[in-house]
């Protein structure tokens, strides 16, 4: 299982911690050489989850045994976009692999705008949900999609969230940002079906990254770790997908959307 997509190339975006970093070295034990994204150098620390990015890719380095660099810019940035795509494959070679994780948060420490409301959020704070989540999806799956359709093989990996399919008062607005992911991701896996690209989207539901436990307060009969479905997910749990779309068991899977959240959402996408 080691070597399941050895040798292969994947570009992990936000991966200096919390999921982002699981998708990494899930990819990594697989045997992918990795090109850790990031936006900032000192990311990996603002949650206490690793010091630089720099020391991340290492780290995954040393422990996999795969080739890694790690990379710097603003997906939201045309330029930082392509700097971004073009470093990884001048670095580790042509992309197999994209895992798209960028966004979230307004790329600040202090957690999403408070309030994120349909009603009063600020226009500068739309602005930047939309972009952080969706507009960072569409340039950098248009840049490495085109390399994908050269070479035609490829797997597109977005991530999105259950947030897309349940409306709320306290999150409306990323809500919308994650809904129009999905409806990209699921775009994209249309247009690009002639090509033998394989496009998907992985929905976590609560997850304790260390950005999850440092901006809310949480019940502790929701940190246990079995027993029951009803807790936060661990992120293993959620990283475990990105193994199944990007191996040899999602090969005729796509324009999917799989939820990872215990069960938690059970209707219909």
Same mark, same amino acid.
């Given at each position: 299982?080691?070597?399941?997509?050895? $040798?292969?190339?994947?570009?992990?975006?936000?991966?200096?911690?919390?999921?982002?970093?699981?998708?990494?070295?899930?990819?990594?034990?697989?045997?992918?050489?990795?090109?850790?994204?990031?936006?900032?150098?000192?990311?990996? #620390? *603002?949650? $206490? *989850?690793?010091?630089?990015?720099? +020391?991340?890719?290492?780290?995954?380095?040393?422990?996999?045994?795969?080739?890694?660099?790690?990379?710097?810019?603003?997906?939201?940035?045309?330029?930082?976009? *392509?700097?971004?795509?073009?470093?990884?494959?001048?670095?580790?070679?042509?992309? +197999?692999?994209?895992?798209?994780?960028?966004?979230? +948060?307004?790329?600040? #420490?202090?957690?999403?705008?408070?309030?994120?409301?349909?009603?009063?959020?600020?226009?500068? !704070?739309?602005?930047?949900?939309? !972009?952080?989540?969706?507009?960072?999806?569409?340039?950098?799956?248009?840049?490495?999609?085109?390399?994908?359709?050269?070479?035609?093989?490829?797997?597109?990996?977005?991530?999105?969230?259950?947030?897309?399919?349940?409306?709320?008062?306290?999150?409306?607005?990323?809500?919308?940002?994650?809904?129009?992911?999905?409806?990209?991701?699921?775009?994209?896996?249309?247009?690009?079906?002639?090509?033998?690209?394989?496009?998907?989207?992985?929905?976590?539901? !609560?997850?304790?990254?260390?950005?999850?436990?440092?901006?809310?307060?949480? #019940?502790?009969?929701?940190?246990?770790? !079995?027993?029951?479905?009803?807790?936060?997910?661990?992120?293993?749990?959620?990283?475990?997908?990105?193994?199944?779309?990007?191996?040899?068991?999602? +090969?005729?899977?796509?324009?999917?959307?799989?939820?990872?959240?215990?069960?938690?959402?059970?209707?219909?996408?």
């Amino acid at each position: 299982m080691e070597n399941l997509l050895a $040798g292969q190339v994947a570009l992990v975006t936000g991966a200096g911690r919390g999921l982002g970093r699981a998708f990494a070295e899930r990819l990594a034990r697989l045997g992918c050489h990795i090109a850790v994204h990031g936006m900032r150098e000192n990311g990996p #620390a *603002e949650y $206490g *989850e690793g010091t630089t990015l720099t +020391d991340t890719a290492r780290q995954i380095s040393s422990q996999f045994g795969v080739r890694t660099i790690r990379v710097l810019g603003d997906l939201t940035v045309g330029s930082d976009v *392509e700097n971004v795509v073009q470093s990884t494959i001048s670095e580790l070679g042509p992309i +197999d692999i994209l895992v798209q994780n960028a966004g979230g +948060d307004i790329a600040a #420490a202090g957690g999403k705008p408070n309030p994120n409301s349909a009603v009063v959020m600020k226009e500068i !704070d739309i602005k930047s949900v939309l !972009d952080r989540n969706l507009l960072s999806t569409i340039l950098i799956c248009q840049q490495v999609a085109r390399g994908m359709m050269q070479r035609r093989r490829g797997r597109i990996i977005t991530i999105s969230s259950t947030a897309a399919f349940k409306g709320s008062e306290s999150s409306a607005i990323y809500s919308t940002a994650k809904a129009a992911v999905v409806e990209y991701t699921r775009c994209l896996a249309t247009e690009l079906r002639s090509f033998n690209i394989a496009v998907n989207s992985i929905a976590p539901g !609560d997850t304790r990254t260390g950005r999850f436990l440092g901006t809310r307060q949480v #019940a502790q009969e929701r940190l246990l770790e !079995d027993g029951t479905l009803d807790r936060i997910g661990l992120v293993d749990e959620v990283a475990r997908v990105v193994e199944f779309f990007a191996g040899p068991l999602g +090969d005729f899977v796509s324009g999917q959307v799989l939820r990872v959240d215990g069960g938690n959402q059970c209707w219909s996408a």
